[in-house]
């Protein structure tokens, strides 16, 4: 039954992900994301402090027309990982970027293509309280994204240097010998 269920999900995320977004999303792209950011988390040397009873949360936020893409990609997460990062129970939200809340403090925040301004506040927000943010489109360094990925032959995990100083976050060392740091 659960092989059933999982089956059906899989089956669902991938016709969600046709033709309803006001932006073009890479599948595969998205696909990778959701496998490594999740992992990423866990290189933070400080992320038990930035958990709440032993949860990870991970807010995906979104324009209002990219919701079905948020949903994708919750799916895609919620398939790999089955709601538990490492020992952590892990939950992810999706979140339209009118409705962010800042009083609501998440362990990574994960941005879908938006407005600078709107990418400016989140990013502001999570440096503040020490956390990550993935960004689907490393472009948005300009606006103090932390991490994106980038696929070409090969996949590269970028590291936006100016940011990281006013995030404060402490990675595991091998987390710099993964990522490529871009200025």
Same mark, same amino acid.
């Given at each position: 039954m659960k092989s059933?269920?999982?089956t059906l999900l899989l089956a669902g995320i991938f016709l969600m992900s046709f033709g309803v977004n006001a932006y073009d999303y890479d599948p595969?792209?998205?696909r990778a994301q959701a496998t490594i950011f999740?992992? %990423?988390i866990l290189l933070d040397k400080d992320i038990n402090e930035k958990h709440d009873d032993?949860?990870?949360?991970i807010v995906i936020l979104h324009a209002k027309q990219e919701s079905a893409v948020?949903?994708?990609?919750?799916?895609? %997460?919620?398939?790999k990982y089955m709601n538990h990062l490492g020992k952590? !129970?892990?939950t992810v939200e999706t979140v339209d970027f009118d409705s962010f809340d800042q009083e609501k403090v998440a362990t990574a925040y994960f941005l879908? !293509?938006?407005t600078n301004e709107i990418h400016e506040k989140i990013t502001s927000?999570?440096?503040s309280k020490k956390r990550l943010v993935f960004s689907y489109d490393y472009k948005d360094f300009t606006n103090n994204a932390l991490i994106s990925i980038l696929m070409k032959e090969k996949t590269y995990i970028y590291l936006n240097k100016q940011a990281i100083h006013s995030y404060d976050i402490n990675f595991l060392p091998l987390f710099y010998k993964i990522v490529k740091v871009i200025e």
């Open positions: 059933l269920y999982k595969l792209l998205m999740p992992k %990423i032993g949860n990870i949360a948020a949903e994708n990609l919750k799916g895609l %997460i919620f398939l952590n !129970k892990l879908l !293509k938006g927000h999570a440096a």
